[in-house]
């Protein structure tokens, strides 16, 4: 079994409609987040946790909200889809700021 | 702030030959890290390497090593007898050292092609 694991791998919706995105793992990390990647721009940090109490706005935060709902799991949500967040969304973990991030495998989101 | 950059967005390489994937960055910090992932199309994001800044010694990992220029903020990836299996997306990432506000920053990437 994988270690980060995203769901849905892939989807495709409707402008308006509500995404939810899920993470979960089992690597025992504290720190989990939530990454948006688009052609040409590379990997761009929409919201971070680094423990169940403490959330965090990344760079790119705007239309979308988290839910820690526990260590192992971190959520993502659109909460009215708009098509220019169409995109590959990655869930990661890491041990600490000096240490590698675990990737899942991502999710690519088509929003029509 | 921070930033890194990349400024090769595709280079070509001839199997069995050498490939050197270029990374900049610019930090007031002293103490940090640096990483290269691998992104094949598969989509996954892969660790490549580890090169922590207080560290002289290019770090290796088999055919994979890095060229790290500390006072020139530079961090190159060489690949050494490149395969097939090394196409792919290449980020350059930095990290701040443990503690303190989260600031993990990526490269915009550079995409290999590996040529039979």
């Known amino acids: 079994d994988a270690d980060v694991t995203q769901t849905p791998r892939n989807r495709i919706t409707k402008t308006g409609k509500r995404i939810m995105l899920e993470c979960s793992q089992t690597?025992?990390?504290?720190?989990m987040y939530w990454y948006r990647q688009d052609p040409g721009l590379g990997l761009q940090l929409i919201y971070y946790?680094?423990?169940?109490?403490?959330?965090n706005k990344g760079e790119i935060s705007d239309g979308y909200s988290v839910s820690r709902q526990a260590q192992a799991k971190f959520s993502l949500s659109l909460e009215s889809a708009i098509p220019n967040q169409t995109a590959l969304y990655f869930c990661a973990t890491s041990r600490g700021n000096n240490q590698p991030q675990h990737f899942g495998d991502g999710t690519r989101l088509s929003i029509l | 702030a921070q930033t890194v950059t990349q400024s090769q967005p595709e280079m070509s390489v001839q199997e069995a030959e050498t490939v050197t994937l270029s990374c900049t960055y610019d930090?007031?910090?002293?103490?940090?890290?640096l990483f290269w992932y691998k992104q094949p199309p598969s989509r996954q994001m892969i660790l490549v390497i580890r090169?922590?800044?207080?560290?002289?010694q290019n770090a290796t990992e088999n055919r994979f090593s890095v060229n790290f220029q500390k006072a020139a903020k530079s961090f190159s990836l060489k690949i050494s007898d490149s395969q097939l299996g090394d196409a792919a997306m290449y980020f350059c990432?930095?990290?701040?050292?443990?503690?303190?506000?989260?600031?993990?920053?990526f490269g915009t990437g550079t995409r290999l092609k590996v040529l039979a």
């Open positions: 946790s680094f423990d169940v109490k403490d959330i």
């Open positions: 090169q922590e800044a207080y560290k002289q």
């Open positions: 690597k025992g990390h504290d720190r």
């Open positions: 930090t007031s910090e002293s103490d940090y890290y």
């Open positions: 990432a930095y990290s701040p050292p443990t503690s303190g506000t989260y600031k993990y920053i």
